[in-house]
């Protein structure tokens, strides 16, 4: 989900969107972001799939919790940082497929479509991740082609 950061990079002064932890989770499930991907953003605990890693990735874009990106990032892979845009917001979640990624796999892909706005402007980004176990946890590696 490197690409979720796309844009030119924010001013580290920008605010994040806020989310309370009765908001509903950014991530399309029906739950509190506080007892669904908040848990995760805490570190109360962790992501069990490659599908829930993605999601609670996906609330952490739509956050801007670059510190919960960055720690579910794999090293071999992971930026210094995270360049948000200040102006776009992530509005809606649709995973696509999932291969592998559960309990007993070391390694998963998520295909989904993560929904934007930016002023008036509106758009999909379409990505396949890959996911893999580092270290005994669920981390982010990278996209695979789409073509």
């Given at each position: 989900m490197?690409?979720?950061?796309r844009r030119h990079p924010a001013p580290r002064a920008a605010a994040a969107p806020r989310l309370l932890p009765s908001s509903p989770c950014p991530c399309g499930l029906p739950a509190a972001y506080g007892d669904c991907c908040g848990r995760l953003h805490r570190g109360q605990t962790a992501a069990t799939t490659a599908e829930s890693l993605m999601r609670s990735r996906y609330s952490a874009f739509a956050a801007q919790d670059e510190a919960y990106l960055?720690?579910?990032w794999h090293p071999d892979t992971r930026p210094?940082?995270?360049?948000f845009d200040p102006a776009l917001r992530w509005t809606?979640?649709?995973?696509v497929s999932t291969t592998e990624g559960g309990a007993f796999h070391?390694?998963?892909?998520?295909?989904?479509?993560?929904?934007?706005?930016?002023?008036?402007?509106?758009g999909v980004l379409t990505e396949h991740s890959?996911?893999?176990?580092?270290?005994g946890a669920w981390v982010y590696l990278d996209a695979l082609s789409l073509g």
């Open positions: 490197d690409r979720m950061s960055l720690r579910t210094a940082e995270v360049d809606g979640l649709e995973v070391a390694e998963g892909t998520v295909a989904f479509r993560a929904h934007w706005t930016e002023g008036r402007e509106q890959r996911f893999v176990r580092h270290e």
